[in-house]
């Protein structure tokens, strides 16, 4: 299993940034899917998930309205469009992987099982 994220970078304060996670050797649409981050010195932080359960999509406070997760079964690819950024979401930016069906994301990073490499996303002007 491979999950390739990409689409980070450089962005000026309220700016915006696609970021994109390629899965190879699971088929996303069956499990419930994650984005992560992670700042300098801080823990992993929960930012949004796709439950498998009830195909919700739920994200933390600091990513609700600014953040849209998303997913495109036919390229097995999940999304995260990010606007209005902030210099406080500078941070790596992980997508990750339940590996069980028909779960309730949990936001808890000790349930996902499968990471990819994560994308540098940096505000700052």
């Known amino acids: 299993v491979q999950l390739q994220a990409s689409g980070g970078g450089l962005v000026q304060p309220g700016g915006s940034l696609r970021l994109s996670c390629a899965a190879n050797?699971?088929?996303?649409?069956?499990?419930?899917v994650a984005w992560f981050r992670q700042a300098p010195g801080k823990e992993r932080e929960w930012v949004s998930c796709?439950?498998?359960?009830?195909?919700?999509?739920t994200y933390a406070y600091s990513a609700k309205d600014r953040f849209a997760l998303s997913r495109d079964t036919d390229k097995n690819t999940m999304y995260l469009q990010m606007n209005g950024l902030k210099p406080e979401d500078t941070a790596v930016y992980y997508c990750?992987?339940?590996?069980?069906?028909?779960?309730?994301?949990?936001?808890?990073?000790?349930?996902?099982?499968?990471w990819g490499r994560g994308t540098q996303v940096t505000v700052s002007s």
């Open positions: 990750a992987i339940d590996g069980a069906q028909g779960t309730r994301c949990t936001g808890n990073s000790r349930d996902f099982h499968f």
């Open positions: 050797g699971i088929t996303l649409g069956l499990y419930t």
């Open positions: 796709f439950s498998s359960d009830d195909r919700s999509i």
